[in-house]
């Protein structure tokens, strides 16, 4: 069974940082391209992150450049986003999954439960 289970958000302070992880079971996940979104109340669903499969390459938000970071563990097949100098409007859910385009992410059908991250003083 295809699984994605993401882990790692929390509660924490402006200016915190978290690591968040998106593990993969039933499927080889370096075999994806691994985008990250995430979804606050009210809000559409927005596009995070991606690394590439081939060469790892990541893309990032205007909004989260310079203070988002993807990586990859193929090896524990685990994808990891880590966030630095958080700001309230990053509090959102936040999902992995095997697309990186918003437009992709509609039709994906393979969400996790997502993880929360909060941003409050």
């Known amino acids: 069974q295809v699984q994605l289970v993401e882990s790692g958000g929390g509660l924490v302070q402006p200016g915190g940082s978290l690591r968040l992880s998106c593990a993969a079971s039933?499927?080889?996940?370096?075999?994806?391209?691994i985008g990250w979104f995430r979804q606050a109340p009210g809000k559409e669903r927005e596009g995070v992150s991606c690394?590439?499969?081939?060469?790892?390459?990541?893309y990032y938000a205007d909004s989260v450049k310079g203070r988002f970071t993807g990586s990859r563990d193929n090896a524990k097949n685990t994808v990891y986003l880590q966030m630095n100098s958080l700001k309230p409007e990053d509090t959102a859910v936040y999902y992995c999954a095997t697309v990186c385009t918003v437009a992709a992410a509609r039709r994906f059908d393979s969400w996790g439960q997502g993880t929360q991250v909060t941003v409050s003083s």
């Open positions: 690394i590439t499969r081939r060469d790892e390459t990541t």
């Open positions: 039933g499927f080889t996940l370096g075999d994806y391209a």
